[in-house]
């Protein structure tokens, strides 16, 4: 027996208004086949992106393992040196270029997408070659008569440029929606880097130049792995200024604030190499890498965060916008909450198992740094959110809170209270900076709380944001 298209919605209409008439639905099966293979694609997505995170925390927090093994922690201390110079690049790479890329980037399509990266693109080639020239000249610089952080200055170089390009290819892969292509320049990465210093270990050749050597090969092969994989691109030179301005536009607070937030993440460390020496920088950075193997949720945040709730905002509005920063900030505070209780519980009997006797002394800073991750994802949500919006001078205003108190505070604790006023410094400017992000969202109607909605002509219209 067969039904058209018509007699069947007629026919199940009357079975809702029938309920003794039980009709078997001969396209249910089909129909749920389908949704349900719609939703494995939606998911495959995410899987794999939150998979590649999970491998690249795992990766780094293996290395850290390695090399403060190998080197021992003053050794250590200085590579911590060199990697704070790349930090500082990859904040300001972060603010410049990557994050306007994934909140803009995402609201494009089709050629205008192409010729939108192709930009992106040359703006990411100069800044390489700016930033790993401006690493050089300072780590020769700071070096003097320090030779083993002399010879760390090409190689510190060489690691800069090729690991801002690989994380920058990383970023663009997601915007693009290819994350299997992450997770494939991630693995080549990883495996060559651990393989390399693995084995400099063992034949007794490792030193912090010839690390870093093994880390920039490691990202460079990635790297060309990944250009194989970015297209495709499009060149329009008449696009040049139009892209190039609206980038700045969102990056001019934001390549401000990676800046002030290097200094309020990092100047606890510059701090405590100059007045503690680098066996404590390495100590503490150490203990620091048993919250960077969360990272893997930080950076998934980073990734997925922007692009949805910029596709929320673009598609719903405010209220979508809502919807997205309610659950991603539902899931920062989860999170953040079980870390503070597993770190609390099990975090100094993990830095003992990992790195011996030389920690033993500052076992207890794991305790207090767990407090500062609840922060720090809960800023990055909100901050996702006024990228989303385009509006970038809070984050920044943040920053420059916190950061400022940062600055101003940390010597004279640090010099009063030793490592302990350095971590409280740390913690309270993380608070500061939230306190200050929290209050200037409260002033973004149906931000953070549902904006109110009056009826007009049949319709619903929500408050626009200021």
């Known amino acids: ?97 990557v994050s306007p890329m994934m909140s803009i980037g995402t609201k494009e399509e089709g050629a205008e997408a192409e010729a939108y990266y192709t930009i992106v693109f040359v703006h990411q080639a100069g800044y390489v070659v700016v930033a790993s020239g401006a690493i050089f000249a300072a780590l020769t610089f700071v070096a003097g008569t320090d030779s083993t952080l002399a010879e760390a200055a090409l190689p510190g170089a060489m690691a800069a440029a090729s690991y801002l390009t690989q994380d920058f290819l990383r970023r663009y892969l997601f915007a693009r929606r290819r994350p299997a292509g992450i997770l494939l320049i991630d ?118 965060v922007p692009p949805l709730a910029g596709k929320a905002f673009a598609e719903r509005g405010m209220p979508g916008l809502h919807r997205a920063l309610r659950r991603a900030m539902l899931f920062a505070g989860l999170v953040g909450g079980a870390t503070v209780l597993g770190l609390g519980l099990f975090g100094p009997w993990l830095l003992h198992r990992l790195y011996g006797g030389e920690i033993l002394e500052f076992d207890w800073v794991i305790i207090w740094y767990a407090f500062a991750f609840p922060m720090a994802l809960t800023s990055l949500v909100l901050g996702c959110a006024f990228r989303a919006l385009e509006r970038t001078r809070p984050v920044f205003v943040a920053s420059l809170v916190g950061g400022c108190f940062n600055l101003l505070a940390v010597y004279p604790a640090a010099t009063a209270f030793g490592v302990a006023g350095l971590i409280a410094v740390t913690l309270l400017s993380e608070l500061a900076a939230l306190v200050v992000l929290v209050m200037l969202a409260l002033r973004v109607p149906g931000l953070l709380a549902s904006a109110p909605a009056a009826p007009l002509g049949g319709r619903m219209t929500t408050a626009p944001a200021p």
């Open 1 to 97: 027996m067969t039904f058209s298209a018509g007699k069947m919605g007629g026919y199940f209409g009357r079975a809702r208004r029938e309920p003794g008439h039980a009709v078997a639905d001969q396209r249910r099966p089909g129909k749920l086949s389908e949704t349900m293979r719609a939703r494995l694609l939606a998911m495959r997505d995410p899987a794999l992106s939150f998979t590649d995170q999970v491998l690249s925390s795992a990766c780094n927090f293996l290395t850290t393992i390695l090399l403060a093994r190998a080197l021992g922690l003053e050794a250590f201390g200085i590579y911590t040196m060199v990697w704070l110079a790349l930090y500082l690049a990859m904040s300001l790479q972060l603010g410049l270029i």
């Open 187 to 304: 693995v080549i990465n990883q495996a060559l880097k651990l393989g390399a210093l693995a084995a400099l270990w063992q034949a007794g050749m490792i030193g912090v130049a010839t690390a870093l050597w093994a880390v920039a090969g490691a990202a460079a092969v990635s790297t060309l792995c990944g250009l194989s994989m970015s297209g495709p691109l499009l060149w329009r030179r008449q696009v040049l200024a139009s892209v190039t301005r609206r980038q700045w536009r969102s990056a001019r607070w934001l390549v401000l604030t990676g800046s002030v937030q290097w200094a309020l993440s990092y100047s606890g460390l510059l701090v405590t190499a100059g007045l503690f020496g680098p066996k404590v920088l390495g100590a503490l950075r150490a203990a620091q890498s048993l919250l960077a193997v969360l990272n893997v949720v930080r950076e998934a945040l980073e990734n997925i």
